[in-house]
């Protein structure tokens, strides 16, 4: 049972444009949200994270933001580089240590 | 410092040997983690050490044993491995409570595991 799905295996973004990747969720009891970037044989980035108590969080050019009632939150990542070119997993925890991982979206961006 | 460090990044091992992961950090870090990643797979937690003390143990089979000797080594220690256990081994760490950022994992590069 994947509690959290990221349905978009792959996007194409050209450079300069907005990339919105998605992540939804089903157990309700996660509370805090994470996005990581990760680059072959490496291990995961931190990128950005929020907790339910917010609906937005922005670290320069990149915005999370979160719908509890949709059980959905999504990464804009403006204006999208070439060097945002990655897999982008979202992650969710329920008020423990334990972090339950999306399966991933790889984002291509071009020139 | 701001560096989540682990030795070695490939390991490549027989199913009769005995070998050890090691992960190092210097941030002052309260927990720290263990996970597993398999090709186009999401990251899957093992364990998890709080302040020390294991918090968490994912079912995981006993030929993988960790050990915290302190808040900035955590190592495991792998015996009687399966080929099926290759994968990419990641080791994270995350800030103290008081920070309000302790459920935020920083990870390491990972060791890359092959079982022969």
């Known amino acids: 049972d994947q509690q959290v799905k990221q349905n978009s295996p792959s996007l194409s973004v050209q450079e300069g444009r907005i990339s919105i990747l998605n992540c939804d969720y089903t157990n309700s009891m996660f509370d805090y949200f994470l996005w990581y970037k990760k680059y072959p044989a490496e291990g995961p980035t931190f990128l950005i994270s929020i907790s339910s108590i917010k609906d937005k969080n922005e670290d320069g050019r990149f915005t999370v933001f979160l719908n509890k009632s949709a059980k959905h939150l999504s990464l804009h990542i403006v204006p999208s580089q070439p060097g945002d070119s990655a897999v982008y997993f979202c992650?969710?925890?329920?008020?423990?240590?334990?972090?339950?991982f999306g399966t991933g979206t790889r984002l291509q961006v071009f020139p | 410092d701001t560096e989540v460090t682990q030795t070695p990044k490939h390991l490549v091992m027989g199913m009769t040997n005995k070998k050890s992961l090691k992960c190092e950090q210097h941030m002052g870090h309260r927990a720290m983690y263990w996970y597993k990643q398999k090709a186009k797979k999401p990251p899957e937690l093992m364990f998890v050490?709080?302040?020390?003390?294991?918090?968490i143990n994912e079912s995981v089979p006993s030929r993988f044993s960790p050990e915290c000797p302190n808040s900035s080594l955590l190592n495991l220690h792998l015996h009687a491995l399966q080929p099926e256990d290759s994968a990419l081994y990641l080791c994270?760490?995350?800030?103290?409570?008081?920070?309000?950022?302790?459920?935020?994992?920083?990870f390491g590069q990972g060791t890359r595991l092959t079982v022969v």
């Open positions: 992650a969710a925890s329920a008020g423990t240590d334990k972090l339950i």
């Open positions: 050490y709080s302040y020390e003390k294991l918090s």
């Open positions: 994270a760490s995350s800030p103290p409570r008081k920070t309000g950022r302790d459920t935020e994992a920083f």
